[in-house]
């Protein structure tokens, strides 16, 4: 069996879908991004089916959507096309519940969604193998791929035309949305439901707690890088999520599950979700290396400072399918992030104290409760945004020199926890 793998940056998805059509290849290309996974699978350089983890851009999502099938009929349609092995789309035109002319519409229509989502990515990886899963080959449905690069680019540079007038009215929109407290906030992860459930059962061990985590490999790596960087070093070489959940805490511990469910779903704006997390976690461990200097719990430093700019992750998913300028993003974000993360913080039902300093992390002033914490994220924030400009960050700790801080000793550790956040996200 054949295999090609690589970096979307330096082979991108248009030039593999050329190559795959020109070369009439049969085979699996599978793309992947923050989590998110798509295969695209030909026969002969024709696609012949779509699979992805992306909203909308799923088969079994579309029929359910559209009132072709229910729940039940989708599950049995599945079963019975393994059962039979023959291909899923085979069996439901065989069977009269879409006619060759409808699936072959619906699924152009989910290549095109993928393929389109896809052009945004700067990076990824890519895998393309010579063999198909025997639930798709020799599928009723074979689509030009030439036709849908086509027409991918001409929706793409229809979206991205978008006019002034049309851009200032989604912000208009947006920021309306925001104001008023109607922005669709999404619904608490379902992994954060359970181990709040757990933490207020009293017979919840530590094991149970681990166990609802390990299924989520990457999840479980990234905790433990965390919990092996330079601020853990004293605990030596920590190995086991159990360990990892001793040491940071459980409030950390949801924190980091927080960041990571809402920043692994947006693949449009993966650059600038990226962005968001690398800086949030940058925060998080200057704020628990500041906190021994003022009487700020360094649990409560580091959640808040994780969660300081959650609100950027939010707007980043809604305004995925708008196309604004880097510009017009920028000032969006700048404006409302602390508003729409403070909305998030309410329907999640964050702490008292994380709430507010999402809310107030920039408006330190109107803090009347927690705010030396609301301060420390503060100062931790202005650190983080001058990484480049030393004497800046000097400037800012002015206020720490009297309590003891090194200034050598910081800087050295900041280079570590900007390499340890680069290794996170």
């Known amino acids: 069996m054949a295999k090609i793998e690589g970096d979307l940056s330096l082979m991108s998805i248009a030039d593999l879908m050329q190559w795959i059509d020109m070369s009439k290849k049969t085979g699996t290309l599978l793309i992947e991004l923050n989590n998110v996974t798509k295969r695209f699978y030909f026969q002969e350089g024709k696609i012949i089916y779509v ?151 009293e017979n919840t061990t530590i094991v149970d707690i681990s166990k609802m985590i390990m299924s989520d490999q990457i999840l479980t790596s990234k905790i433990l890088k965390i919990v092996n960087s330079s601020y853990y070093a004293k605990y030596g070489k920590i190995t086991s999520l159990q360990q990892a959940i001793i040491h940071m805490g459980l409030k950390s511990l949801i924190s980091i599950v927080t960041v990571y469910t809402l920043g692994g779903s947006n693949t449009r704006n993966a650059e600038r979700v990226k962005e968001v997390l690398k800086h949030s976690l940058i925060t998080a461990f200057i704020a628990r290396y500041l906190s021994s200097f003022v009487s700020v719990d360094p649990e409560e430093a580091f959640v808040c400072g994780l969660l300081h700019d959650i609100g950027k992750t939010v707007i980043l998913e809604h305004i995925h399918n708008h196309s604004l300028t880097d510009e017009e993003l920028t000032d969006f974000l700048k404006r409302y992030h602390s508003e729409v993360g403070f909305l998030l913080s309410v329907k999640w039902k964050f702490p008292d104290v994380v709430r507010e300093t999402i809310r107030l992390h920039h408006r330190l002033e109107e803090a009347e409760k927690f705010r030396e914490t609301i301060a420390l994220i503060d100062t931790s924030n202005r650190i983080a945004n001058s990484l480049d400009e030393p004497e800046r960050i000097k400037e800012v700790l002015n206020g720490y020199a009297e309590r003891g801080i090194s200034l050598d000793e910081f800087n050295e550790e900041l280079d570590e926890f900007v390499k340890e956040a680069s290794i996170f996200v």
């Open 51 to 201: 699979s992805s983890q992306q909203k909308g851009e799923m088969l079994g999502e579309y029929l359910l959507s559209k009132n072709v099938l229910t729940i039940a009929q989708l599950k049995d349609a599945i079963q019975r096309s393994q059962a039979l092995e023959v291909p899923f789309t085979g069996y439901i035109i065989s069977e009269g519940i879409v006619t060759a002319e409808l699936l072959e519409a619906i699924i152009r229509e989910i290549a095109e969604k993928a393929f389109i989502d896809s052009l945004n990515w700067k990076e990824g990886t890519f895998q393309f193998k010579d063999s198909l899963p025997p639930s798709v080959v020799n599928g009723p449905v074979k689509i030009n791929t030439s036709y849908v690069v086509l027409q991918s680019f001409k929706t793409l540079d229809t979206q991205q035309n978008t006019s002034e007038a049309d851009r200032q009215e989604i912000i208009k929109e947006l920021a309306h949305k925001i104001s008023s407290g109607k922005l669709e906030l999404p619904p608490v992860p379902d992994i954060i439901v359970k181990l709040n459930n757990a933490i207020k059962d």
